[in-house]
């Protein structure tokens, strides 16, 4: 998840000087004014070098020019140089303070950098002059998303959603915003109703985040529709692979999972999360060979604790209830506060006919500060066969 889906390049449709033949105020000569129109025309069209090169030019005229600075540091965060970038922007306000371009600019240079509150300052100086950009509202709504101030955040896109009911930007952030904070149901209202109002703005990552909304609930089936419609659009997609392998075995469909699992592994075969849960799969269908073939391979990248788990379970599995206890054992050493791992070995005593074992082992765990519903009802129950 990344799941990111708010625009984060808009700077050429909102920030791209509109008139070369002003600047603030003075008459810009003719050259430079020629230049500068080449030179953000080469930017729109992602030719950067032939950019800078006119930028350049600007500034063996002027020095100081602000289209030149500006569209400098525009060239340099189109390359995600944002570091650079930031010193374009930075030179050209501290000869044009005003600049908001170079102010727009620098402030997503912020944000890239992660340094959301310098952005924020920025953007809110702003909007203490125009309160009613949308763009730059969600833009400050995002970045309180990313330091978690939900209520800010959330202020901010109603917002924008008073001023433009359907906003896909808003609503798309509204989502994001609920599921950070595993609201999922409200999530799910507003990346729906973003599809619902904005048939023109369908991104596969919508799609996708809505289906994850429905893994969260648990309601599977309705996750696997919008899974699918992502497949759609993009047969490879990653995580709307991943979703509808999940689902299907939320939904206990294992060989459906199977399938989209072994889908990723096509073309990310040495993923060891991923070959554990098809080993998972395969176990739980009872393709015990299969399963560990799997399990083995995650655990030739790296050691996996799950994958060590689903090798346990398949020894438990064929009967192999010494084998399965003594791996059950190692991993208990190497995570004792997992209660997972003392149900599956009090099951090995149960079925080897030593439930005072199982027992101890069961009580063993609150010397952890463990506590599991899970558990207690266990010892409950061998306490009654007693």
């Given at each position: 998840m990344s799941d990111e889906m708010i625009k984060e390049n808009v700077t050429e449709?909102?920030?791209?000087?509109?008139?070369?033949?002003?600047?603030?105020?003075?008459?810009?000569?003719?050259?430079?004014?020629?230049?500068?129109?080449?030179?953000?025309?080469?930017?729109?069209?992602?030719?950067?070098?032939?950019?800078?090169?006119?930028?350049?030019?600007?500034?063996?005229?002027?020095?100081?020019?602000?289209?030149?600075?500006?569209?400098?540091?525009?060239?340099?965060?189109?390359?995600?140089?944002?570091?650079?970038?930031?010193?374009?922007?930075?030179?050209?306000?501290?000869?044009?303070?005003?600049?908001?371009?170079?102010?727009?600019?620098?402030?997503?240079?912020?944000?890239?950098?992660?340094?959301?509150?310098?952005?924020?300052?920025?953007?809110?100086?702003?909007?203490?002059?125009?309160?009613?950009?949308?763009?730059?509202?969600?833009?400050?709504?995002?970045?309180?998303?990313?330091?978690?101030?939900?209520?800010?955040?959330?202020?901010?896109?109603?917002?924008?959603?008073?001023?433009?009911?359907?906003?896909?930007?808003?609503?798309?952030?509204?989502?994001?915003?609920h599921y950070d904070f595993k609201e999922y149901r409200d999530a799910l209202y507003y990346w729906t109703k973003m599809l619902d109002k904005n048939e023109n703005f369908v991104d596969i990552r919508v799609l996708t985040s809505i289906g994850n909304c429905h893994r969260k609930l648990k309601t599977f089936e309705k996750g696997v529709t919008y899974f699918e419609r992502a497949l759609q659009k993009e047969p490879n997609n990653f995580y709307a692979l991943f979703g509808l392998a999940d689902c299907y075995r939320g939904m206990n469909q294992q060989f459906r999972s199977i399938e989209y699992w072994n889908k990723i592994l096509e073309m990310d075969p040495d993923n060891k999360v991923i070959l554990t849960r098809a080993g998972d799969a395969y176990r739980n269908t009872g393709d015990y060979r299969?399963?560990?073939?799997?399990?083995?391979?995650?655990?030739?990248?790296?050691?996996?604790?799950?994958?060590?788990?689903?090798?346990?379970?398949?020894?438990?599995?064929?009967?192999?209830?010494?084998?399965?206890?003594?791996?059950?054992?190692?991993?208990?050493?190497?995570?004792?506060?997992?209660?997972?791992?003392?149900i599956d070995l009090s099951d090995c005593y149960v079925k080897m006919n030593q439930k005072g074992k199982a027992l101890e082992t069961l009580k063993n765990v609150s010397r952890y500060g463990v506590r599991s519903p899970a558990i207690a009802d266990m010892i409950n129950r061998l306490e009654r066969q007693a």
């Open positions: 449709e909102l920030f791209f000087p509109s008139d070369f033949s002003e600047n603030e105020g003075q008459k810009v000569p003719a050259e430079i004014s020629e230049l500068s129109k080449k030179g953000y025309q080469l930017l729109k069209d992602n030719m950067i070098n032939e950019a800078k090169e006119a930028f350049n030019k600007i500034l063996e005229i002027d020095g100081n020019n602000n289209y030149a600075l500006v569209g400098l540091g525009d060239s340099e965060r189109k390359q995600n140089h944002f570091r650079e970038a930031e010193n374009f922007y930075q030179k050209c306000l501290d000869y044009h303070p005003t600049n908001n371009y170079a102010l727009f600019g620098l402030a997503d240079c912020y944000k890239a950098l992660n340094q959301y509150h310098k952005a924020i300052a920025i953007w809110e100086q702003y909007l203490i002059h125009d309160d009613r950009n949308i763009t730059v509202l969600t833009r400050v709504a995002d970045a309180y998303r990313k330091i978690r101030e939900f209520k800010k955040s959330k202020d901010l896109y109603l917002s924008v959603l008073d001023m433009e009911e359907n906003n896909a930007y808003a609503l798309i952030g509204l989502g994001h915003l299969t399963a560990a073939e799997y399990y083995n391979k995650a655990m030739d990248i790296e050691f996996d604790v799950y994958a060590a788990l689903g090798l346990a379970l398949i020894c438990k599995g064929e009967g192999r209830y010494e084998e399965a206890a003594e791996r059950l054992q190692g991993l208990i050493k190497g995570d004792p506060r997992n209660f997972r791992f003392y």
